[in-house]
């Protein structure tokens, strides 16, 4: 009996020291806590360095020139020398309208002031004749005076018929239709046997493409910067005269272009100001209606604060990074941010240069969270996929 009860104390004593020991290598419940806040993430250090600053906008191609083509005369187009699309030339014939009315018109009044003339020749015969009469008292002097008269009328009338006659020569010439400018034409051109109304029928609209424009707009603060930077109310010369033009597709035109017009005033309802600027386009490359980025190299920013675009969060009209205190511990920061360089963005305030940014992880980083962190190098950031 007392060796039953002995191996009983033995197993009950065996059981109270893993129970005791489990309860002492268990973490503590502010532990568990603890390891579950320190979130994991990714931070560079903020980039110091001389940079050239650049300015871009959206800009839409333009044509210089857009021509409505009209006819001048009315009638139905008879030859088309062209096709919707091609490339024209100033002086190009591009319809011709059946020309047979305008003919007979001149014909007409080339008889009527050929008779006109006929007329004012024998009137000016007669009066010269009643004058040397009237000289001799042969005639008396009032029948010089209607003989003259009418020969003023007469010659009016021949002034009249030469105006019709060139009116008629004029309206057969323009029924061949020319271009006005060097340009392309466009697919909306009328049809062969089409009537045409003079001076309201559009035939075909004929745009110019070299050169051409890029029309972008600007904020009133922008375009004051670059008022003061240039002095004397103008633009200054590194804005104004070397434009670069970035493609929809990434590809940058080879050209440099230059501001051409600048609006009179600023847009009341956008707050902006509209531009044209001018570039040369011998291949053709622009077309009106493609949209591109204007490009403007400006001043080159000294000891400029950097930091990748990805590590900014935009609430509202706020920006935020979050910083990576010397204890390894979270920071919300509101900063203000300048201009876009490439994946960077310039920091006008906010930062002294000696931070981290964390730059992978925000989304599960809150303000005071204990971090680990990975530090990486700039070359190694990934291209956000938006800006």
Do not use: C
């Not at 035939?203 to 050169?211: F, Q």
């Amino acid at each position: 009996m007392l060796v039953k009860d002995s191996r009983k104390v033995y197993v009950v004593l065996f059981i109270a020291i893993l129970l005791i020991g489990a309860f002492l290598v268990r973490p503590s419940k502010s532990q568990s806590v603890q390891a579950a806040q320190t979130v994991a993430v990714k931070a560079m250090e903020v980039v110091k360095k001389d940079v050239p600053i650049t300015y871009e906008f959206v800009g839409q191609v333009k044509a210089k020139s857009e021509v409505k083509i009209m006819s001048k005369v009315s009638g139905n187009i008879v030859e088309k020398m062209v096709k919707g699309g091609d490339k024209v030339y100033k002086g190009q014939t591009l319809f011709r309208i059946d020309n047979k009315q305008y003919v007979s018109l001149i014909n007409s009044a080339r008889a009527a002031l050929n008779k006109s003339r006929a007329t004012l020749n024998n009137t000016e015969r007669n009066v010269d004749r009643y004058q040397k009469l009237a000289s001799v008292d042969g005639i008396d002097q009032k029948t010089v005076d209607t003989y003259v008269s009418q020969a003023e009328e007469d010659r009016a009338s021949v002034e009249a018929n030469q105006a019709s006659l060139q009116e008629a020569i004029d309206n057969e010439r323009d029924t061949l239709i020319i271009s006005p400018i060097d340009g392309r034409i466009d697919v909306n051109d009328v049809s062969l046997g089409y009537y045409v109304a003079a001076g309201s029928t559009t035939m075909a609209t004929v745009s110019s493409v070299d050169p051409i424009w890029v029309q972008f707009t600007m904020s009133e603060n922008e375009y004051l910067k670059f008022l003061h930077s240039g002095g004397n109310g103008e633009l200054p010369a590194f804005f104004r005269d070397h434009l670069t033009l970035t493609l929809s597709d990434g590809v940058s035109y080879p050209l440099i272009g230059h501001v051409e017009q600048i609006d009179k005033g600023i847009n009341e309802t956008t707050g902006t100001i509209t531009l044209k600027a001018a570039f040369d386009n011998p291949q053709n490359l622009l077309a009106p209606g493609m949209f591109a980025k204007i490009v403007a190299q400006g001043e080159v920013r000294q000891g400029a604060l950097l930091i990748p675009q990805k590590a900014v969060k935009e609430l509202l009209d706020k920006t935020i990074v979050t910083i990576v205190t010397e204890d390894n511990k979270a920071e919300s920061r509101q900063v203000k941010m300048g201009e876009k360089i490439g994946d960077m963005w310039l920091v006008e305030d906010g930062l002294t240069g000696n931070e981290r940014v964390v730059i992978e992880g925000t989304d599960k980083v809150k303000q005071g969270v204990e971090l680990t962190v990975t530090m990486i190098q700039p070359d190694n950031i990934a291209t956000p996929a938006t800006e």
